[in-house]
């Protein structure tokens, strides 16, 4: 009855995580958890007060599938602004989140046999959504020693007649780990020559903690001209529910072809989170963003010396996003189970590692208050004492 396509897709672990969590907590548990990518912070009055400007003013019918022009020109002038990149109007589209700018993206570029190389650990959507549109991927390895982030030499290796594109992920989910301006102009050197297209997940952007972000598509002209710029503001401006992510990218073609697809689909995104979207754009919320981003750093800097303080485990410490990814090899070599008997027996609720690929790992999201924090942990450590 159901088409292979669909059957080929896997609940994401993340929401399967989350929803158990949820049930225990509705039958009375006392449940902390630590799974759900989203922040918890409010989204910034001077946003919301543009989409209820937006409502007031009857802005609530259709529009053109990939922006309004004015939202166009404020992703426009950000990624001229904050990346050094230029973007003419029909070189933007606009999505229902950067997970729908993926699947659009897969959708257009990927046929059956296609390779896309996806470093690992991976946000949990990339291969399903490879896999769904026929293509094969191709996993390169990577842990904390490492700082999670592929060489050169990995890259080189994994490429084949049949690479069609690499996916980056620079702040990553759920490592944190950010790739340098050195580091990106190193692998845009192995791809010169080649056909390879690079899909720039760039949605953690603003929450950097040490060190500098680079765009991927900033670092030659090469790269600027292979590379599709995926980002949004569901993660910096705590954003998630109001969908919104974008894609640019110079061949025009690719951005053509999405809206094709877009506007037998989903046609444009809503109306009223596009006028919401320019405030965030344009810098008008960036006082938030920061108090957000401090706030952050001072969680990432608290749990990483309460959980490298564990015996057992041990933890990178991030320099972007707000995930933990937990070296939990000592202790378990089996991250579903763990994360289960942790959840059942303390409630605390961790995502396993190899749901991103990396067996022997557990992902720990700090966004959530302190305190929630400092209990969370303890009571991982008392269930890891007690293995």
Sequence with gaps: MLSDRVNTLSESITIAISTLAGELKASGKDILSFSAGEPDFDTPQV???????????????????????????????????DNGLTYAPNQIITNNGAKHSLFNLFAAVIQKGDEVIIPAPYWVTYPELVLYHGGTVVEIETNDESSFKITPQQLKNALTPKTKMIVLTSPSNPTGSVYSKDELTALGKVLEGTDVLVASDEMYEKLIYDGEFTSAAAVSDDMYKRTITINGLSKS??????????????????????????????????????????????????????????????????????????????????????????????????????????????????VPGVGFGSEGYARFSFATDIESIRKGIKRIEEFVSAR
Excluded at 66 to 80: D, H, Q, R, V, Y
């Design 47 to 81: 946003i919301k007060d543009a989409a209820i400007a937006a409502i007031n003013e009857g802005f609530t019918k259709y529009t053109a599938v990939e922006g309004i022009p004015t939202l166009k020109a404020a992703i426009a002038n950000k990624l001229k602004r």
């Design 237 to 350: 401006v705590a954003m998630t529910g109001w969908r919104f992510g974008y894609m640019a990218a110079h061949q025009t073609e690719i951005i053509q072809a999405t809206k094709k697809l877009q506007s037998q689909s989903t046609s444009n995104i809503n109306s009223i989170t596009q006028k919401a979207a320019i405030v965030g754009l344009n810098g008008e919320a960036d006082a938030d963003i920061e108090k957000m981003r401090i706030a952050f750093k001072e969680r990432r800097d608290e749990a990483v010396k309460l959980i490298n303080a564990i015996d057992g485990l041990s933890v990178y410490k991030p320099d972007g996003a707000f995930y933990l990814f937990i070296n939990i090899k000592k202790v378990s070599k089996d991250s579903m189970k763990f994360c289960k008997e942790l959840l059942e027996e303390k409630g605390v609720a961790l």
